[in-house]
């Protein structure tokens, strides 16, 4: 081990700090005693007994987990599926467009990707509450699945499951026994990475979200672009 | 490339070739009932024909190797008998039963991969067992079977090993025992050294044979190392574009080979062209303008001047400072090059006419008495029956 120089120590400083800093003055400032978010006015808690208390927080943090679990779940099982074709299924017509099809969602936009699919379920006549953002969110956390598990079955050796149909396996046995087995840590990886998007995602969600279903996200930025706390007299009909 | 048999390997291997010879012999008079044929299978792949209507019999009990250099058709042939690939005509039977259209796993017939294919997610114990559990054969039974196999192949203390915890030469060891966990009819090993070492590789070659002879199973064994196949093998198919040139037993395939392919593919030969004339019980070879013809006693029949090929091995030359009584082939030529490999030297031996013949000795003296040097003038000699003619 080299030992940290002065510049060494000095860049890892600024970009921890760059990093971080934004995430500490945000829980520093949780403990404001302020109606403010930007004033700060004393050390207190009570603003963690309020969200206890707010009702409509609470069911968005549930509808929000509820949505990451079942569209991460669905986009793992989906995008593993594509990968599958993707890697294995050699040559076949349109398989250039089905691989572009699937990392296209990469680099969309998500203003782009969140207006038509909401422009497709008024146009299926769709109403839109937890259902659509699962959907949506299926949609587009099933690339980055697809992307992280065909990168893992790429260096898959083959002759490993060969070797279980020569064993005697049926080719579903061969899947579940020996290559779903060893490409677990990227399909779990792709879980908790679709997990984390759909957590975290804002703008799709804004546009596939109805009045009866509200994520976290968007819940949070309604409060803060209404210059309010969480409080739960302040809470919108549900 | 050198056929170098260590005098170890060498009588070995002559005892296995009178063994393998008459379990051949036996099993050719019992009129071939037990054979596994393969009477004609063709694979194509698009334009491409990988086994032209390719047909030999596997005897069973016996170790069957297909040599070939790389892209001669032999994995693809080994593919077809596990049932990865489905051969475009022609059949393989197994026992009287065409397998062609069973897929590989309800195929009496397990494999030995060239990478292992050992599933890394599992133990040693786990790996050997796992083709019993797909039989669903009782916990007991699968005991004593994964028990009987580590014991057969010496890995009793790695049982709860995962295979990145072994040597390469222990995973080795795990791959046979678990392809032959099944007790199959056939077991392929498709160039099962290939990733081993020299030294360790001869090892595994007499460890195979005898776990083959132990265990009775039908052993075919894919590989392009010559040596390696002339080992372990009981007979040996030279195998050249998708087509078998000849398939017979390692000492016949050296001393008889039926082409100039498989003399010059199999060890060291000098091929010399030239037409044949009949003399007494063989025939004089003409092979350059005013020098004697060369002489060889054989039961094959050829036309008065019918273009020919002498294959002579290198180590059936004799080579000598004084000119040889009582040979009928004896030439005088310049030693060109010494090959020192310490067990054997080999000489480039040149002809005033330019022709170029190789030599053997064996190195029974240290080298400070060495007998001949570069640019000496050499006889070399050889017997009536040194030489094999073949067809042009």
């Given at each position: 081990?080299?030992?940290?120089?002065?510049?060494?120590?000095?860049s890892?400083?600024?970009?921890?700090?760059?990093?971080?800093?934004?995430?500490?003055?945000?829980?520093?400032?949780?403990?404001?005693?302020?109606?403010?978010?930007?004033?700060?006015?004393?050390f207190?808690?009570?603003?963690?007994?309020?969200?206890?208390?707010?009702?409509?927080?609470?069911?968005?943090?549930?509808?929000?987990l509820?949505v990451?679990?079942?569209?991460?779940?669905i986009?793992?099982?989906l995008?593993?599926?594509?990968?599958?074709?993707l890697?294995?299924?050699?040559?076949?017509v349109g398989?250039t467009?089905f691989?572009g099809?699937?990392?296209?969602?990469?680099?969309?936009?998500?203003v782009?990707t969140?207006?038509?699919?909401?422009?497709l379920f008024?146009?299926?006549?769709?109403?839109r509450?937890?259902?659509?953002?699962?959907?949506?969110?299926?949609?587009?956390?099933?690339?980055y699945?697809s992307?992280?598990?065909?990168?893992r079955?790429?260096?898959?050796?083959?002759?490993?499951?060969?070797?279980?149909l020569d064993?005697?396996?049926?080719?579903?046995?061969?899947?579940?026994?020996?290559?779903?087995?060893?490409?677990?840590?990227?399909?779990?990886?792709?879980w908790l990475?679709?997990?984390?998007?759909?957590?975290?995602?804002?703008v799709?969600?804004s546009?596939?979200?109805?009045?009866?279903?509200?994520?976290?996200?968007?819940?949070?930025?309604?409060?803060?672009?209404?210059g309010?706390?969480p409080?739960?007299?302040?809470?919108?009909?549900? | 490339?050198?056929f170098?048999?260590?005098?170890?390997?060498?009588?070995s291997r002559?005892?296995?070739?009178?063994h393998?010879?008459?379990?051949?012999?036996?099993?050719e008079?019992s009129g071939?009932g037990?054979?596994?044929?393969v009477?004609?299978?063709?694979?194509?792949?698009?334009?491409?024909?990988?086994?032209?209507n390719?047909?030999?019999?596997?005897y069973e009990?016996?170790?069957?190797?297909?040599?070939?250099?790389s892209?001669?058709?032999?994995?693809?042939?080994?593919r077809m008998?596990?049932?990865?690939?489905?051969?475009?005509?022609?059949?393989?039977?197994?026992g009287?039963?065409?397998?062609a259209p069973?897929p590989?796993?309800r195929r009496?017939?397990?494999?030995?991969?060239?990478?292992?294919?050992?599933f890394?997610?599992?133990?040693?114990?786990?790996?050997?067992?796992f083709?019993?559990?797909?039989?669903?054969?009782?916990?007991d039974?699968i005991?004593?079977?994964?028990a009987?196999?580590?014991?057969?192949?010496?890995?009793?203390?790695?049982?709860?090993?995962?295979?990145?915890?072994?040597?390469?030469?222990?995973?080795?060891?795990?791959?046979?025992?678990?392809?032959?966990?099944?007790?199959?009819?056939?077991?392929l090993?498709?160039e099962?050294m290939?990733?081993?070492?020299?030294?360790?590789?001869?090892?595994?070659?007499?460890?195979?044979m005898d776990?083959?002879?132990?265990?009775?199973?039908?052993?075919?064994?894919?590989?392009?190392?010559?040596?390696?196949?002339?080992?372990?093998?009981?007979?040996?198919?030279?195998?050249?574009?998708?087509?078998i040139?000849q398939?017979?037993?390692?000492?016949?395939?050296?001393?008889?080979?039926?082409?100039?392919?498989?003399?010059?593919?199999?060890?060291?030969?000098t091929?010399?062209d030239g037409?044949?004339?009949?003399?007494?019980?063989?025939?004089?070879?003409?092979?350059?303008?005013g020098?004697?013809p060369?002489?060889?006693?054989?039961?094959?029949?050829?036309?008065?001047?019918?273009a020919?090929?002498?294959?002579?091995?290198?180590?059936k030359?004799?080579?000598?400072?004084?000119?040889?009584?009582?040979?009928r082939?004896?030439?005088?030529g310049r030693?060109?090059?010494?090959?020192?490999?310490?067990?054997?030297?080999?000489?480039?031996v040149?002809?005033p006419?330019?022709?170029?013949?190789?030599a053997?000795?064996?190195?029974?003296?240290r080298?400070?008495?060495?007998?001949?040097?570069?640019?000496?003038?050499?006889?070399?000699s050889w017997?009536?029956t040194?030489?094999?003619?073949?067809?042009?």
């Amino acid at each position: 081990m080299r030992r940290l120089t002065w510049f060494n120590a000095t860049s890892l400083t600024l970009g921890f700090a760059f990093l971080y800093l934004p995430m500490v003055i945000l829980i520093i400032y949780s403990f404001n005693a302020s109606k403010l978010v930007t004033v700060w006015a004393g050390f207190s808690t009570r603003w963690y007994g309020t969200l206890l208390q707010n009702q409509a927080f609470l069911d968005a943090a549930w509808v929000t987990l509820r949505v990451a679990v079942v569209s991460s779940t669905i986009a793992t099982v989906l995008g593993t599926m594509a990968a599958l074709v993707l890697v294995r299924a050699g040559r076949f017509v349109g398989r250039t467009l089905f691989s572009g099809m699937i990392y296209a969602p990469l680099v969309m936009p998500e203003v782009i990707t969140g207006l038509s699919l909401l422009l497709l379920f008024i146009g299926i006549g769709l109403d839109r509450g937890v259902f659509t953002i699962i959907l949506a969110h299926t949609t587009f956390s099933m690339c980055y699945v697809s992307v992280v598990v065909s990168s893992r079955l790429a260096t898959f050796d083959r002759s490993l499951e060969e070797a279980a149909l020569d064993l005697g396996c049926s080719p579903a046995e061969a899947f579940r026994l020996v290559t779903l087995p060893i490409i677990a840590p990227a399909v779990i990886a792709g879980w908790l990475l679709a997990f984390t998007l759909s957590l975290d995602d804002l703008v799709i969600a804004s546009f596939t979200a109805g009045p009866s279903a509200t994520t976290l996200p968007i819940k949070i930025w309604s409060s803060i672009r209404l210059g309010s706390a969480p409080r739960s007299t302040r809470s919108p009909p549900s | 490339m050198l056929f170098r048999p260590g005098a170890h390997a060498d009588r070995s291997r002559q005892q296995r070739d009178t063994h393998g010879a008459d379990r051949f012999r036996a099993l050719e008079r019992s009129g071939g009932g037990t054979a596994h044929p393969v009477p004609g299978v063709t694979k194509r792949f698009g334009d491409f024909t990988a086994i032209d209507n390719l047909s030999f019999d596997i005897y069973e009990k016996e170790f069957f190797a297909l040599l070939g250099p790389s892209g001669c058709g032999k994995t693809t042939m080994m593919r077809m008998l596990a049932g990865f690939e489905a051969p475009s005509e022609g059949s393989i039977l197994l026992g009287g039963q065409d397998i062609a259209p069973i897929p590989p796993n309800r195929r009496p017939v397990n494999m030995m991969f060239q990478s292992y294919a050992l599933f890394p997610h599992l133990s040693v114990w786990e790996n050997i067992a796992f083709g019993l559990k797909r039989d669903r054969m009782e916990k007991d039974r699968i005991n004593a079977r994964v028990a009987e196999m580590l014991k057969l192949t010496r890995l009793e203390q790695f049982a709860s090993r995962k295979p990145h915890q072994i040597s390469g030469g222990q995973r080795q060891r795990v791959a046979l025992a678990r392809s032959l966990a099944k007790a199959p009819k056939l077991l392929l090993l498709d160039e099962p050294m290939g990733a081993l070492d020299a030294k360790l590789r001869q090892k595994t070659q007499f460890e195979l044979m005898d776990i083959q002879e132990k265990t009775g199973t039908t052993f075919v064994i894919v590989t392009h190392d010559q040596e390696e196949a002339m080992t372990v093998a009981s007979r040996v198919a030279v195998m050249d574009q998708g087509r078998i040139v000849q398939a017979d037993t390692p000492a016949r395939i050296y001393e008889q080979p039926n082409s100039v392919y498989v003399a010059d593919f199999i060890g060291e030969v000098t091929i010399i062209d030239g037409t044949a004339n009949p003399e007494g019980d063989g025939y004089e070879i003409a092979y350059a303008e005013g020098v004697p013809p060369l002489f060889v006693a054989t039961d094959k029949k050829f036309a008065r001047g019918q273009a020919c090929h002498l294959a002579i091995r290198p180590e059936k030359v004799a080579i000598s400072a004084e000119r040889p009584e009582g040979r009928r082939n004896v030439l005088r030529g310049r030693i060109l090059d010494i090959a020192y490999l310490g067990n054997i030297s080999t000489y480039l031996v040149e002809l005033p006419h330019g022709k170029v013949i190789k030599a053997q000795t064996a190195n029974t003296r240290r080298l400070a008495h060495r007998p001949f040097t570069w640019e000496d003038e050499v006889w070399l000699s050889w017997s009536d029956t040194a030489a094999v003619l073949l067809e042009g």
